[in-house]
């Protein structure tokens, strides 16, 4: 049952922000934002916040407003790019530029690059990198993948019960620690990057950063 925006939105983007699985895009000139009903999770953390009462839950939504149903769903229709997934050629040079990046600041990493899913795409472990960083990488960037936001936005949940579960309903692959990064291809999520190996969660996150950048610089 997803939420869903009415034209009564003043557009000033604070549901953005609190949306844990980053479902609410809009386009430059459009009147309004949009809640994709394929991605919403129904945690009503955006109806909470909007300022304006222009959120509601499909079900509970007015008669006058009715038609926001379909405006929403056809907005991500329009707008959402047939967006493949990320090649293995591309995600090999996204692991090449991330470890290009970790060994030029004296880092040895492993990163793993996954598919929406959290399916593996390719992992790469430089030579001197510890062993267990392989699994760390590909756990992050699986956990970011299906979270659909960086890993270092869910650090703070890290020790909330929820996530407790959630690690052991996922066979301890769900890693709220920052080091991964979802790929995002126009408005969907194509998958994610994900790095460990660094000392600290920052050091990994400026190799996602990297391996990003092969993606922005050609697209995939
Ligand atoms: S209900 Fe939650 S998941 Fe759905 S759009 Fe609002 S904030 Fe995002
Ligand atoms: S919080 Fe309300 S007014 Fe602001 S962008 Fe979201 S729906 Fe529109």
């Not at 009715?66 to 692991?95: D, H, L």
């Not at 936001?149 to 909330?160: D, F, I, N, W």
């Amino acid at each position: 049952m997803p939420y869903v925006i009415t034209s009564l939105c003043t557009n000033d983007g604070a549901c953005v922000e609190v949306c844990p699985v980053a479902c609410i895009h809009t386009t430059p000139g459009a009147p309004q934002f949009y809640i994709d009903p394929e991605v919403c999770i129904d945690c009503e953390q955006c109806e909470i916040v909007c300022p304006v009462d222009a959120i509601f839950k499909d079900i509970d939504i007015p008669a006058e407003h009715q038609a926001a149903i379909e405006v929403n769903a056809a907005f991500f229709r329009k707008n959402k790019a047939a967006a493949g997934p990320v090649s293995f050629e591309t995600a090999w040079q996204m692991i090449r530029a991330a470890h290009d990046y970790a060994q030029l600041m004296g880092m040895a990493v492993t990163a793993a690059v996954v598919d929406e899913a959290g399916g593996p795409i390719a992992v790469g472990r430089m030579d001197t990198a510890e062993p267990m960083t392989a699994e760390l990488a590909f756990n992050k960037a699986y956990t970011a993948a299906a979270f659909h936001v960086a890993t270092a936005e869910l650090a703070p949940q890290a020790r909330q019960a929820r996530f407790r579960s959630l690690t052991m309903s996922h066979r301890g692959r769900i890693m709220p620690v920052g080091g991964a990064i979802p790929i995002i291809d126009g408005m969907t999520i194509v998958g994610a990057v994900g790095v460990a190996g660094g000392s600290r969660p920052e050091q990994d996150i400026l190799c996602c950063r990297a391996a990003l950048a092969v993606i922005e610089g050609h697209g995939h």
